[in-house]
């Protein structure tokens, strides 16, 4: 079973920006399709963006301009830049990888956005 860890969250005002790196164990991290999705208080879990293993890139709308999802094949490690976050943009924020019909989670990482 792949083990998922993300880390970066954290509190910053609006307009700031936050980097959220998910590193994944396991021998075979650049055949996997990477993802991130959030899920805010009250909200169902929302996909944000995601990663093909060819490195195709895709978003939801709402964060199209100001969020780059990346990956580091050397370093196990996929990256989700966030840029001119809003306060709507507050949620936990999960890391997903999906090989061979299989979905692995990590744990969450809290992001909020707020003055």
């Known amino acids: 079973q792949v083990q998922l860890v993300e880390s970066g969250g954290g509190l910053v005002q609006p307009g700031g920006s936050l980097r959220l790196s998910c590193t994944a164990s396991?021998?075979?991290?650049?055949?996997?399709?990477m993802g991130w999705y959030r899920q805010a208080p009250g909200k169902q879990r929302e996909w944000v963006a995601g990663?093909?293993?060819?490195?195709?890139?895709d978003c939801t709308d709402s964060v199209k301009g100001r969020f780059t999802i990346s990956r580091d094949n050397a370093k196990n490690t996929v990256y989700l830049q966030m840029n001119s976050l809003k306060p709507e943009d507050t949620a936990v924020y999960f890391c997903?990888?999906?090989?061979?019909?299989?979905?692995?989670w990590g744990q969450g990482t809290q992001v909020t956005v707020s003055s």
């Open positions: 396991g021998s075979i991290f650049s055949s996997y399709a």
């Open positions: 990663i093909s293993s060819g490195g195709s890139t």
């Open positions: 997903i990888s999906s090989h061979g019909g299989y979905d692995n």
